[in-house]
């Protein structure tokens, strides 16, 4: 096992039996899909936990080595549950991410036709995201929210088993949960935006005393996850935080408001920037910001599921970086700069 | 009637009995209690909507004149369903704001004791701001959710009306839902964050070609709400749009990013700033907003609920303004300057 | 009339036999070069004066309604007498430039030879100008400051008429003002930066209350200028005035710091930009200097001798600025933005 | 030893016999007074040099090791010569500075009374300073430009010694120069501002392979120069490089901007910043001006002659830079930020 850390192996997407893994369930979630890409059934142990706070409880604990839950919708934004849950509480690290495109089916238990359907159940986030369908397809159909889009299924299945009513008599939710809780699938593909997808990240503990490598080697095409607290939170004060990211020509794919709870009005910012903590502008810029805010939690840095690099032309390339280097240190010898 | 807008008196907060008021329903929720701070029980007419996305329907079509549905709690941020409601469809205007302390109680039918809790149901806004007070008291208990806090404790009523089981035994709801629906009060105050407060917003139609007045007049402690569309997402867009609330000393009370929807890190910015249209600072600034951003979404501009003025010394002032207009006619004259 | 390639003939003002102009003098200098591409020999009246204080005294105190004075050189920089003549004292308005190419020559008295010349005289903006060449062709000659290039040719000329010494050998001189003084030309062009230019303004007092007009109308290719005193000198300060720019789009053309004469570190900016202050892009970008300056002196808007027009695409045009004040009139009337 | 109130005796360099010494002359100049603070007479060999190019060029050459020259006078602003002698040619380096106060007579051959004098002689820069002066004393007077203050007044002392005229019946110079060529003060202390000051820097060669010391040790009060050359002359440009510095909580002290000599609007710009290269906030800005900037270079870090430290509180000190180095080398080896 390697002691430098970015230099280690990056571990994902290679499953490791000898960890486990922890995901937002039951099956049948798009976590499992998503875990699964990563995974694969049977290459080593893997826990459904109830929500995404239970997974990420799960992680911290040490009752799992990795989690894997949402963080962000093309649809619905920003995953709440865990943007809050790696702001706060003891540190994760991001180690990696799974792009999956979302796509829904309408399903209910074998016998069932739409017709039949006066109530419909699934996930608040899976709803959003159905919502002009169901208007169109099932107008009169009332809305029964539920923890997970897979176990509004599985309620319908557990039902079934047991000779009851779930309350409800579809689910919208993966085409995989319709599959494995053996239900019917009354309508296929009923999302209202086509191609949208959902963003999962793959959290660890971070490095400790036992030399365990948790730090994703640069590839070349990552992403660096932060979460910067303002010092104050007027108008300048944000200007003050994105000017560290352009100043060293760092480009943000992803910036969210998130309450701190205090009070309305008090805000950290979630952000993802191109880029590893290993390269100089990446480095010197979250320097930057640590030197600016009350507080910056870094998150990780990763592999970019696209694999896109950084955008050319966006600014100083690592070798104007090491060019300012090599002539910072002549002038500070009082050479000719 | 004046037909002068901005000369008009603020709706907020008198009743008005010749309008008919919309809200988040059902009885009991905060959305009623922040209505029922402008229009008492009584005073004019009020229908509840299952849904942040009935109620602001309701006003679209016409079926109310106002519509109160809540925009931003401390501890949960940003109300997504209102915030995206407002960003598209058929426009419509704020006009007013509500902020009401968040207090929760756990109700449950009259005989049920603490012990006796199995299965708890709330609004998943509401179970998010209780967790840790369920995982101290009632650790064992599951959760299901319901579609608002006081859906919940009309189903406990309901089923108990209908003398069968609701799925659950216990509400987390407000005060007034317990009372409401005649539960018992099993514990008061559970809200793991006190001082939480949520704030309610007051929606109506914007002016056409009939002489109603919407906009408030300004009060000198008013609010300005918009929805700035970025042309691009690179970091320079957004310290762009800052720039033009900074460039004309505008303080921004609110700044959350909201998914456009077509593909992950694509997004708008859901903005309050200080200040009301008809001052000459804040229509300035929008006006540069106007110009640097795809498209902006102004929501309208209204008193504070905290009746707190801008900041003293956070920029130039209206006379500044006035003087810097009185200059530039005196150069554009071709006179000394 | 010379050949002024990087200055197409500059329409404004148009030679008024009724003017009377002033020009940094005496005969033959660059300044007298600059205004005859305006005003041609014989046309209106023009007096020299001794300096470029002398030139701007005569056109406040009215003895001269128009005074040609350089502003800018492309080798030397800014023409100092001129930036803090303009931005002190009772205001004046730039109405038009010139910029014509400056070509030096090595002037003596008739049948002085190269090897003849041991001192040499020129002014000394002109004498940065020529160093290198004198350097290398004449190592030994002192060098003896003069008041103008100008006048270093005609005192040669008239140490001649009155049969004693100069106290020099040689000037170094514009062409026309070696055959204004019947010199002859011992070397040609002998300026170390072919190519340099000097621009020249043309001032005249503001309108007052007699109807004069004095703002040239804008031509689609113009210039504005003004003094910008800042209200404290942190790095900040000159940042928020530079924004005041490039919120609006506006491109500028020219900065330049002056002292005020207070301390050391005290300074004002000498600034041109793009545009005309009747467009709404510079005006507003004016009003905003207006507010967060201690002071702004507006100098003028004329067009520009190169005739090129602002930059496109460096920021919203004149339609967005339009397509904003439409919106906001439509915004504060509380109708749909 | 003249009385320095804003120039606390600057302790770098120690006058050492072993250098020597060139100043911009003659004896009697400005600079002479600055070089006295620092190498009183008879301390080590000081020679004249006939103009600031000839004082830098000695320097360069090895025919002195430290020069002093003119940098900037709160009155008439930077001294052209300086600063484009530093931005171009071999590299040199300032390490140190003098501030000196300015006083100005006006001094003749004895037995001339104020009623006799016609013309009077001085630098050009002397002249900008006592204008106002001369109109009210000597509203006739004429004015012939000389090579320094001190030249006008050697030259009256060697006509008076040749049995001729000098051209001129006064000089304005300094009172040492007065005292030195043997002239009666008709006038003294005629400075139209009254506290007008001079900074001179004391030049040398920089550092080669022959493990000389030349860069000032930090002090805690010191001051950095250099020259930025931007790569496009937008007005964004000099944003980004301002920013550079506001990012890292760096103050200037003094930006002057500088023609390049290519063309008109092409410029450099000159600038002092508070603290040291040694220091990592100044260290950090000068790798992003290199990073973002054509060409940077550097002239030095030296104490400042008033001793002052860098403000307090105008951004992240030592401290907060060194914990953010720290921060960021826990985070790259993977553990908790």
Same mark, same amino acid.
């Given at each position: 096992?390697?002691?430098?850390?970015?230099?280690a192996? &990056?571990? &994902?997407?290679?499953?490791?039996? &000898?960890?486990r893994?922890?995901?937002?369930?039951?099956?049948?979630?798009?976590?499992?899909?998503a875990?699964?890409?990563?995974?694969?059934?049977?290459?080593? $142990?893997?826990?459904?936990?109830?929500?995404?706070?239970?997974?990420?409880?799960?992680?911290?604990?040490?009752?799992?080595d990795?989690?894997?839950?949402?963080i962000?919708?093309? +649809?619905?934004g920003?995953?709440?549950a865990?943007?809050?849950?790696?702001a706060?509480?003891?540190?994760?690290l991001?180690?990696?991410?799974?792009? *999956?495109?979302?796509?829904?089916?309408?399903a209910?238990?074998?016998?069932?036709?739409?017709?039949?359907?006066?109530?419909?159940?699934?996930?608040?986030?899976?709803?959003?995201?159905?919502?002009?369908?169901?208007?169109?397809?099932?107008?009169?159909a009332?809305?029964?929210?539920?923890?997970?889009?897979?176990?509004?299924?599985?309620?319908?299945a557990?039902?079934?088993?047991?000779?009851?009513?779930?309350?409800y008599?579809?689910?919208?939710?993966?085409?995989?949960a319709?599959?494995?809780?053996?239900?019917?699938v009354?309508?296929?593909? *009923?999302?209202?935006?086509?191609?949208?997808?959902?963003?999962?990240?793959?959290?660890?503990?971070?490095?400790?005393?036992?030399?365990?490598?948790?730090?994703?080697?640069? &590839?070349?095409?990552?992403?660096?996850?932060? +979460?910067?607290f303002?010092?104050?939170?007027?108008?300048?004060?944000?200007?003050?935080?994105?000017?560290?990211?352009?100043?060293?020509?760092?480009n943000?794919?992803? *910036?969210?408001? /998130? $309450?701190t709870? !205090?009070?309305?009005?008090?805000?950290c910012?979630?952000? !993802?920037?191109e880029?590893?903590?290993?390269?100089?502008?990446?480095?010197?810029?979250?320097?930057?910001?640590?030197r600016?805010?009350?507080?910056?939690?870094?998150?990780?840095?990763?592999?970019?599921? !696209?694999? /896109?690099?950084?955008?050319p032309?966006?600014g100083?390339?690592?070798?104007a970086?090491?060019?300012?280097?090599?002539?910072?240190?002549?002038?500070?010898?009082?050479?000719?700069?």
């Amino acid at each position: 096992m390697p002691t430098v850390p970015t230099a280690a192996p &990056t571990p &994902t997407p290679h499953p490791d039996p &000898t960890r486990r893994y922890a995901f937002f369930g039951p099956v049948g979630t798009f976590s499992e899909a998503a875990l699964r890409t990563v995974v694969p059934v049977g290459t080593a $142990p893997a826990d459904p936990y109830p929500s995404v706070d239970a997974t990420i409880a799960a992680v911290r604990a040490g009752r799992a080595d990795v989690g894997v839950v949402p963080i962000e919708n093309s +649809v619905e934004g920003g995953v709440s549950a865990t943007l809050d849950g790696l702001a706060a509480g003891d540190p994760l690290l991001v180690v990696g991410e799974v792009v *999956i495109p979302v796509t829904f089916v309408l399903a209910a238990r074998p016998g069932t036709t739409l017709a039949d359907v006066g109530v419909v159940s699934t996930h608040s986030h899976g709803y959003a995201q159905v919502r002009r369908w169901l208007a169109q397809h099932l107008p009169g159909a009332r809305y029964v929210p539920s923890l997970s889009t897979a176990s509004a299924a599985a309620g319908l299945a557990q039902a079934a088993a047991d000779g009851t009513g779930a309350g409800y008599d579809a689910a919208v939710c993966a085409p995989v949960a319709a599959e494995r809780f053996g239900l019917q699938v009354l309508a296929e593909d *009923i999302g209202d935006n086509r191609g949208a997808v959902t963003r999962f990240v793959l959290l660890a503990r971070p490095a400790g005393d036992d030399g365990r490598v948790v730090l994703p080697a640069p &590839t070349g095409a990552d992403r660096t996850s932060l +979460v910067a607290f303002l010092r104050t939170d007027h108008p300048g004060a944000l200007v003050e935080v994105l000017e560290q990211f352009v100043t060293r020509g760092v480009n943000l794919s992803r *910036i969210e408001s /998130r $309450p701190t709870g !205090d009070a309305l009005g008090r805000y950290c910012f979630s952000i !993802d920037c191109e880029g590893h903590v290993a390269e100089a502008r990446v480095g010197e810029a979250l320097m930057g910001l640590h030197r600016v805010c009350e507080q910056v939690r870094f998150l990780g840095s990763y592999p970019r599921a !696209d694999g /896109r690099p950084a955008l050319p032309g966006s600014g100083p390339d690592e070798d104007a970086f090491a060019a300012a280097e090599g002539w910072l240190r002549r002038v500070r010898a009082g050479r000719a700069g």
